[in-house]
Nanobody, 122 residues
Framework: QVQLVESGGGSVQTGGSLRLSCAASGYRKWMGWFRQAPGKEREGIAVISTRSGSAAYTDSVKGRFTISLDNAQNTVNLQMNSLKPEDTAMYYC??????????????????WGQGTQVTVSS
């Protein structure tokens, strides 16, 4: 069992930055960040391998978001720059070992945090 606790959400203006953190009771092979806006499906935005450190991003956040590991503190961070109103959503941390269906599919991750809200105003 893995417990995940997100923090760092808040309200910013367009172009601003936020850094989300996910405190994990333990790493799984893959650690990811998802988001869900009202009325929309949950979407995968970034994933990182805790074995190799390799990462993948959805196209809409490439070049703006960076996922990273802090092994000393067992946290997974998401640095978000150049934020846009369309980034407004609840952001969730997720953990899993086998990416059935792909890294950006919620069903691939059995462990989830409670979420942290990000609101970007224009």
């Amino acid at each position: 069992q893995v417990q995940l606790v997100e923090s760092g959400g808040g309200s910013v203006q367009t172009g601003g930055s936020l850094r989300l953190s996910c405190a994990a009771s333990g790493y799984r092979k893959w650690m990811g960040w998802f988001r869900q806006a009202p009325g929309k499906e949950r979407e995968g935005i970034a994933v990182i391998s805790t074995r190799s450190g390799s990462a993948a991003y959805t196209d809409s956040v490439k070049g703006r978001f960076t996922i990273s590991l802090d092994n000393a503190q067992n946290t997974v961070n998401l640095q978000m720059n150049s934020l846009k109103p369309e980034d407004t959503a609840m952001y969730y941390c997720a953990a899993g070992d086998i990416l059935r269906g792909g890294w950006d599919v919620p069903a691939s991750f059995p462990y989830w945090g409670q979420g942290t809200q990000v609101t970007v105003s224009s």
